[in-house]
């Protein structure tokens, strides 16, 4: 990395060789030509991650226009260095004497008990001044919006936001930028862009998730560390078995939009976005130069620019890289199923291995200093560290050659075929941090700010936010889901309270002709809405609603902010709101705060997030809140939700991960979904002594192969108060971390 050239000193403050440009504010539009001329128009933002100090110089240095960052709490990127308020507070004025903006990830999912400090955090952010916070859940910014409205939000790709109507919700709740879902097509993208009514960013380069963003549950299945809480484990990066096949499956490539960015710059976009808070100050020094180019260029010389660009990004130690789903929505080249796409430069594969190192063929240089991956052959765990000694033909060296046998010293054991990846080149976080920049960083003095007077009354009124006094606990009821209309009339034996169906063209109409067989049951429908609506399908899944509000239908159930405008589009004429809406768990709901949210949003009742733990739900069902409460007991729910389609996968084959954890796959029309065969049964929710506001408990066979036998096993074991042998509990006694 080239380091700025030192100017005087001025008030302690080094400045950076790149000439400081004016604040860019947000703005959909940018320079482009057309037949009638050149028209004059900002350019988007290009936003660069900073996961670290050394990112941050990097970033700026570089040519970013704005940098994102995380705090030390409730950050979707948890294990990276992240930063303390007395930094920021010295990073925010920094940045902006270079003319660079500074938004910050507040975008983890919150617990009840978490409240308190994000009300603290959120009142130093207010005197720290950065130019947004990214956020995801629904209570934080009904935190912000009443107590700290003077702070800008954004709305995280966390949210799920696909879609225009979707878009319209979230300006409609204050929130000044979308950050649109990584999952969309180019054509999908410029649909929304033309006609959002906030201004949106899209990412253009990093990593890629397997499910879609926000909709992943996979690694808190599996470990209770979630990914909407920034604990993600990375379960897609895993190798798999299925039948004969072995393969990391599920392994998405990073996404590069360099060779179609000629078609990117005349997309009206407030903001093009990198991804990536854990790469190191190299990476982000690379990516940023090559997409600073790409922005910058006269359109007549893209074509060596793209040339030049993809030349910086070779040096970023990057995955292997694919145009993600810009080009269509089931990419193949999406996946990386033969190799794990592990972050860096594969370097080589252990010939033999023991507990202080091994010798290996080199597939690129090596010098001591680098910082290295190794991938474990045995279960795919993966563990990071700083080359300290390297030896070839049993002498030390610094250095060593493409093609070189070498040993290397690891910090584990290693053995034959684990795999080794160079993620950090010898010397470029000294680089980084030797920049004008981290000097005048360090040299700025720390701000001792005393919390505001009105902080310790907002503390306090989050301790009893969204509860009414009085209520007593009544039994709840039991709700059955299932995924097709015919199999209704199989659970009229358990005596169902609600039955949840799907929204589809077929159960629609099935229904129609089912009416009569089902008599009052077909009063006690709920209707689902599906988790994710492109704007293609839009049309066809108003008609179903119109049609169901026809026959009848009143009560729904919506997985996504973008179902209330389709709603309120079929909404039934006449006195009062004539529907009741229910919010189903992905909505995420964790904390009062969000269900306060959703309630002043015109839902009826909330399903509390899946991902759920006793000590979280003992503080919130202790007294009713402002909605009805539905709390999951059983069912298979997606942990992965996909437009990709990973090859020689067929459906509703086994899939076994290397710990033996087994899976199956079902192949939808837009989607992919895979469950895990070992079923959720909460069933300590059952004898839970305070279930204030609780209506009903949820029992999910949408995915079962057998719901009217399954409905019988369960409808049983609920009146005894005991599990079925062989669920899972998630993560209800471990803890979600």
Known sequence: MKKPTKKKNTGGRAQSSRPPRPRIESAPFHERETAEG????RKPELLAPAGSLASWAAAV???????????????????AANFSLADLARIVPLSREQGVKVFVAFNSILKENDLPQAASILDALTRIGPDALIIQDLGLRRLVKEHFPELELHASTLMAAHNLSGMQVLAGLGFQRAVAARELTLSEIEGLAAHSPIPLEMFIHGAMCFSFSGLCLMSSFLGGKGSLRGACTQPCRRRYSSGKKTGFFFSPTDLEAVDIFGRLRELPLAALKIEGRMKGPDYVSNVVRAYRLLLDVPMSDME????????????????????????????????????????GLFVGQFSDG???????????????????????KKDDERTAYTLKEMKADGLA??????DQEVFIATTEPVAAGDLVFKVGASGSEQDALASPLVQAFREMRKENSAPSPRLKAIQESLKTAGRRSGGTSRKPEVWYRVGRAEEVAGLVAVKPDRVILPVTRPNVRRISALRRRLGPLFERLVWSLPPLVFHANTPALRSDLSQLVKMGAREFMIANLGHLPLLDAVRPAGRGRGMTIFA????????????????ELGLDGVTWSIEDDETNLAAVLSSPGPVQRLLYLYGRPPLFTSRFVPSGLKDNLPVESPKLERFRLKFEAENVLMFAERPIFLAPLLKFKNLAGVRAFLVDLEFDPRP???????????????????????NLNRGLY
């Open 38 to 41: 050149r028209i004059q128009a």
């Open 61 to 79: 240095e570089a040519g970013a226009d704005a940098v994102y960052l995380g705090l030390k709490d409730f950050s979707a990127r948890a294990y």
């Open 304 to 343: 060596q620019a793209v040339e030049d660009a993809g030349a910086m990004l070779e040096a970023s130690l990057g995955r292997q890289r694919s145009t993600g789903f810009f080009l269509g929505p089931h990419p193949q080249a999406g996946l990386s199923p033969r190799m794990a796409a592990t972050s």
């Open 354 to 376: 023991g507990e202080k190192g091994g010798r290996l063929l080199l597939k690129e240089p090596l010098s001591v200093g680098d910082r290295l991956r190794i991938q474990f």
């Open 397 to 402: 060296v610094d250095t060593a050659a493409q």
């Open 584 to 599: 189903d768990y992905r909505l995420n709901c964790l904390n009062t705060q969000t269900e306060r949210q959703l309630a």
């Open 708 to 730: 009217a036998v399954t409905a019988k096993e369960i409808s049983e074991a609920i009146s005894r108060g005991k599990p079925i042998r062989s669920a899972s509990r998630f």
